[in-house]
């Protein structure tokens, strides 16, 4: 039992994390050693459980997983994250391995890759799909991407939260309830947001973030 390696699996769907715990306690190399459905719980379970790896979501409890993630870079460097996200890959997979992320599959993938993933991230490498390395090999290469993808890249990792979000329907008092900061600040975001995307009126605005959220899951 020593010898295995332990994994924290962070995900708010009770479920998923019950079907991913048991194919990894099957395993001779591997086991759960603890479980969160959010960011809270999370850094509790790291500093309980001191895994050698966390499989995170991207989407806890109405918040992005990438604020867990910066926290994990800043408490617990030597933990390596690994995303299982429903969201599509093609717009999260570049920003959160600029966080730090090892490697980025997503929940449609076969139970089977979920485990190469786990145990090449263990073993020092790095996951993602074949799509997402030749998007990054393209990116290096200087291929030019889409004016959009160009344009939401430039946003901050809080500005693709209020983003989605507005996408989705909500308010600037809804979202700030849901990030837990102030209306002010939300407005302000929502003013960057704007600026960065080179559009002028509120409903250009929720145009935009209605594409987003429908093509980015």
């Given at each position: 039992m020593n010898s295995k390696r332990r994994?924290?699996?962070v995900d708010d769907h009770p479920l998923l994390r019950k079907g991913i715990g048991q194919l990894i306690n099957e395993q001779p190399d591997l086991m759960v050693c603890g479980e969160a459905e959010d960011r809270a719980a999370a850094v509790l379970e790291m500093e309980r459980s001191q895994p050698d790896l966390a499989v995170v979501d991207l989407s806890l409890k109405d918040e992005l997983g990438l604020e867990l993630i910066k926290d994990c870079q800043v408490r617990?460097?030597?933990v390596l994250i690994l995303v299982l996200s429903m969201f599509d890959e093609r717009f999260y997979a570049e920003r959160v391995l600029r966080a730090g992320v090892k490697g980025y599959i997503m929940k449609?993938?076969?139970s089977e890759k979920v485990l190469v993933?786990?145990?090449k991230?263990?073993?020092g490498?790095?996951?993602v799909s074949s799509f997402v390395a030749d998007q990054i090999l393209k990116h290096i290469s200087a291929t030019p991407k889409s004016a959009r993808q160009d344009q939401w890249s430039a946003l901050s990792d809080r500005e693709i939260q209020v983003f989605a979000l507005i996408g989705k329907g909500y308010g600037s008092q809804q979202i700030a309830e849901r990030l837990h900061?102030?209306?002010k600040t939300i407005e302000t975001h929502r003013a960057n947001i704007k600026q960065k995307l080179g559009i002028s009126s509120t409903g250009d605005l929720l145009q935009s973030a209605i594409v987003y959220s429908q093509?980015?899951?």
């Open positions: 994994i924290l699996l617990f460097p030597h449609a993938e076969a993933a786990i145990r991230v263990l073993d490498g790095i996951f900061i102030s209306v093509q980015a899951g």
